[in-house]
C-alpha cells in the first residue's frame, strides 16, 4: 500500500476517518482499500493504512468509516442558491424559452428579503452537502449576497459567492457598469479569495451586459486575484443575440475584449462552434457543465453539447447542478452519471467518457477548473480535508464493485453519510451538525407562502387539489 507521509507532529492531529476505502483522486488514482486518513486542523496530513495511522496517532478523535467509501469532498461549479429553492418543483414544467427566468424566477428574486435570501441559501447549502458536494461555485444573489456568504458559512459549506451585476438599460436590477464594478469589488474585498466562502467577480452573462461591463470585470477579477462567473450559450439565443448585435458569436466576443482567460467560468457553453472551442481551450477558459438542466429545460445538449470533447482535448470542465428548478437536485454524482451517458450516447462511443472521466470532473479536474486544484479535490496531504463519507451498508451498494463504476452508474448521492469541511464534521449520519433541520423545513414552508404572495405569482398545480381533510 503506498501512503504521503506526514508532515505533522503526532499531537496535532485532531481526527483519523478510518477503515474506510479512501478513493484518493491522487495522480495515482489510487484507492487504499480499509485506510484512513489523518487531519490536524483544517488539513490532510497523512493516507495510509489503518494500523499504522491508529497506532501512531492514539490520541486522536476516530470517525469509524469501516464499510464506507471515503471520496475528495465533490465540486458543484454552478449552483443557484437564492432565487428558486425555496420554490423548487414550483415552476411550471411546460414554459416557452425564457418564460421561467423573466414571468418566475425574476419575480421571485425581487421579492427576495435579505432573510429569505439567507434561509434560501441555507437550504441549498445543507442540500449540497447531503450529496457529498463540499464545494459549491454559486451562481449569484441579486439583493443580498452578503446573506448567501451567512448561510453558507452556518451549514459548513466551501465555495464561492457572487453579486449578481448587469447594466442593460430596461433591464431589472440593472445599474450602470461602474457602479456594478464597484459593488463587485466591495464584495470581493470583503470576502477574499482563500476563505472557506469567498466572493467571486459575478455577472448574469448573456447578453446582459455592456462591452464595458464585460472587460471590467474581467480586469478585476485579474487585479484581484480572483475568478470570475457567468452564464454563456446554454440556449441558441445567446449565439444568435450577438451575432445580430455585433456580427461575431458570444465567445469570439468575450475574446475580443479580453474577457476569457484562466480566471473565467463560463456556466454552460452548450452551443458553441468550432471556433469558440478552439478559443476555449486556448485561453484556458473553463466551463460549469449542466447536463441535466439542459436535458429538463430542452436546450439541445444530445444535438449540440460537445463538453465530452471538450474534456478529451484538455479543456477545464468542472459539473454543475444549475438550478432547483431545472437541475433540480444538487447531486453531483447523478449529474456525472447524465454527464458521462450523453458523451458516450451523442458519439454512439462505449469506448470513451467512462466513469473515472467524469468522476475526475466531480473532484480533482472539476477543482483545477474552478481555480482550487491546490487546496481541494483529492485526498492528499497538503490538501484541506473536504470528505465525503458514502455508506455502503445499503441495498444500493450491495455487494459493492468496482470502486469508479459504482460511484458514477451504481449510485447517486443518497448514500453519504459524513461529510467533512476544513475538517470539521459538518454532516454526520445524515444530519447537520450544525443546523437544526426540522425547524428549518418548518420555516422554509412559511416562507415559501411569502415569497409567492409578494411576488404576486399563484402557484398552478399540475393535477387539482382537493382539500380532503
Ligand atoms: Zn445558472
Not at 299 to 318: D, F, K, L, P, S
Request: glycine residues 10%; negative net charge; contains cysteine.
Amino acid at each position: 500500500m503506498s501512503r504521503d507521509e506526514p508532515e505533522s507532529d503526532v499531537a496535532d492531529v485532531d481526527l483519523l476517518v478510518s477503515g474506510g476505502d479512501v478513493v484518493t483522486m491522487n495522480p495515482r488514482r489510487e484507492v487504499l482499500v480499509g485506510g484512513t486518513v489523518a487531519i490536524a486542523g483544517n488539513q490532510i496530513v497523512a493516507v495510509g493504512s489503518t494500523s499504522e495511522l491508529r497506532d501512531r496517532y492514539r490520541g486522536a478523535h476516530v470517525l469509524d468509516a469501516t464499510q464506507c467509501v471515503i471520496t475528495p469532498g465533490l465540486v458543484n461549479a454552478h449552483e443557484h442558491l437564492t432565487g428558486d429553492p425555496l420554490v423548487r418543483s414550483c415552476i411550471p414544467d411546460l414554459l416557452p424559452p425564457g418564460a421561467s427566468v423573466f414571468e418566475w424566477s425574476v419575480p421571485f428574486h425581487a421579492a427576495h428579503t435579505g432573510d429569505i435570501d439567507e434561509l434560501s441559501a441555507l437550504l441549498a447549502s445543507l442540500e449540497a452537502l447531503h450529496y457529498g458536494v463540499t464545494t459549491v461555485i454559486e451562481a449569484g444573489t441579486v439583493a443580498h449576497p452578503d446573506r448567501t456568504g451567512t448561510a453558507m458559512t452556518t451549514a459548513g459549506i466551501r465555495g464561492s459567492i457572487g453579486r449578481w451585476g448587469w447594466d442593460i438599460e430596461g433591464a431589472p436590477f440593472s445599474f450602470p457598469a461602474a457602479e456594478v464594478l464597484a459593488l463587485e469589488r466591495e464584495m470581493c474585498e470583503a470576502w477574499p479569495r482563500g476563505g472557506r466562502v469567498e466572493a467571486w467577480v459575478t455577472l448574469v452573462g448573456h447578453n446582459l451586459a455592456s462591452d464595458e461591463l464585460l472587460a471590467g470585470a474581467a480586469d478585476l477579477a485579474r487585479d484581484l486575484g480572483t475568478n470570475m462567473t457567468m452564464h454563456m450559450s446554454p440556449t441558441s439565443s445567446d449565439p444568435e443575440s450577438y451575432l445580430a448585435a455585433h456580427g461575431r458569436r458570444p465567445i469570439r466576443h468575450l475574446n475580443e475584449l479580453g474577457v476569457l482567460g484562466p480566471h473565467l467560468v463560463i456556466a454552460h457553453g452548450v452551443w458553441l462552434d468550432d471556433e469558440e472551442i478552439e478559443l476555449i481551450l486556448d485561453t484556458r477558459t473553463a466551463i460549469a457543465y449542466c447536463p441535466w438542466a439542459y436535458l429538463r429545460t430542452a436546450q439541445g445538449v444530445t444535438r449540440v453539447g460537445r463538453h465530452a470533447e471538450i474534456v478529451e482535448r484538455g479543456g477545464r470542465v468542472a459539473l454543475g447542478c444549475d438550478a432547483s428548478n431545472a437541475g433540480d437536485l444538487a447531486d453531483i454524482l447523478r449529474t456525472a452519471a447524465v454527464a458521462a451517458a450523453i458523451g458516450r450516447d451523442t458519439r454512439i462511443d462505449p469506448m470513451t467518457f467512462g466513469a473515472a472521466a467524469v468522476f475526475e470532473l466531480a473532484t480533482i479536474n472539476g477543482a483545477e477548473a474552478i481555480g482550487m486544484a491546490d487546496r481541494i479535490g483529492s485526498i492528499e496531504v497538503g490538501k484541506l480535508a473536504d470528505l465525503a463519507i458514502h455508506d455502503t451498508r445499503n441495498i444500493t451498494w450491495t455487494p459493492p464493485g468496482d470502486h469508479a463504476l459504482h460511484l458514477v452508474w451504481g449510485t447517486d448521492g443518497r448514500t453519504i453519510r459524513d461529510v467533512i469541511v476544513d475538517g470539521e464534521i459538518v454532516l454526520r449520519d445524515g444530519k447537520s451538525t450544525k443546523v437544526d433541520e426540522l425547524s428549518l423545513i418548518d420555516e422554509a414552508k412559511k416562507a415559501q407562502a411569502e415569497i409567492f404572495a409578494s411576488a404576486g405569482i399563484t402557484p398552478q398545480p399540475t393535477w387539482p387539489l382537493i382539500e380532503a381533510d
